[in-house]
């Protein structure tokens, strides 16, 4: 299994050459191919003359904007893959859905791997239901690009967030490229559980063994969150073994729920320190 179809989410001009570096660096490991792809939304808003009838100056003001930012990604894009003389192709798409769009989420569904911005409320990038849409919809694992200011690194430490759920199954299995490659996988259980089909010192044990068929050196590890949230403990424990990449599931709860009352895949989309790989 490797990642031969790489679609790049490019969301602003200050995202896009970042996005597409991790992109880029897949591609030359993997030999793939990129797809860069561009939701241009216009920015909305109300307009109104002293007649009460929205400004039209205004309107093409903000659509040269919107035209404007999408050449910037455009040739941000453009520039990095041919200075790697890697194959690519580029799709710009017009409306208002964003990162839901039909174009970006059919573009996405036919690739091995989404690769995106981490969401930050004080950044012009992806709006965390860009992200949401990404993950609910294209049915891939989705890579978000972490605000970090460095670049992307070789990763020969992965951290698996495992809590024995069917989507941080999905995203082991799903990230198994990464894993191969990397020189140490530490599966990390987070207030493991404790019932009558195993115990807690045994979880993630199972999934260990299965990796290590595959010439995976795993090793397996658990805390207890105590005071400090789950995301907190997965983040503090990535720094603490030098992780260069989480894989763990998304949405194990409802997407209202999450909503609602936040949760571990909202909390990692906002304060995540690496990449971070998730599935649903």
């Excluded at 039909?102 to 409320?121: H, N, Y």
């Excluded at 729920?257 to 649903?280: D, I």
């Amino acid at each position: 299994m490797s990642y031969k179809t790489i679609v790049a989410v490019l969301s602003a001009a200050e995202d896009a050459g970042k996005v597409t570096d991790h992109a880029l660096a897949l591609a030359r490991r993997t030999g793939g191919h990129v797809v860069g792809i561009h939701a241009e939304s216009p920015v909305v808003v109300t307009l109104i003359a002293p007649m009460e009838y929205p400004d039209p100056s205004a309107v093409l003001d903000l659509q040269e904007r919107a035209r404007r930012q999408s050449r910037e990604v455009e040739q941000a894009f453009r520039s990095r893959c041919e200075r790697d003389d890697i194959s690519y192709e580029w799709r710009l798409f017009t409306g208002t859905a964003g990162y839901a769009s039909a174009g970006v989420i059919d573009s996405a569904r036919g690739a091995d791997i989404v690769i995106a911005g981490q969401f930050d409320p004080d950044a012009d990038g992806p709006a965390q239901e860009d992200i949401e849409d990404l993950l609910y919809e294209s049915g891939r694992p989705v890579y978000l690009v972490s605000n970090a200011p460095a670049g992307p690194e070789p990763i020969d430490r992965v951290l698996l967030a495992w809590n024995g759920s069917k989507e941080s199954a999905r995203a082991a299995f799903d990230a198994l490229p990464f894993l191969t490659a990397a020189k140490e996988v530490e599966i990390f259980t987070v207030d493991p559980p404790e019932n009558s089909m195993q115990s807690r010192e045994f979880c993630g044990a199972e999934l260990a063994a299965t990796l290590a068929r595959h010439g995976i050196k795993t090793t397996v590890a658990s805390r207890g969150s105590e005071r400090h949230s789950v995301a907190e403990t997965v983040n503090h424990r990535a720094t603490e073994i030098g992780a260069g990449l989480i894989v763990m599931g998304a949405y194990s709860h409802s997407r209202l729920r999450q909503r609602l009352f936040g949760g571990v895949t909202s909390a990692m989309m906002r304060h995540a320190r690496v990449p971070v790989l998730m599935s649903r």
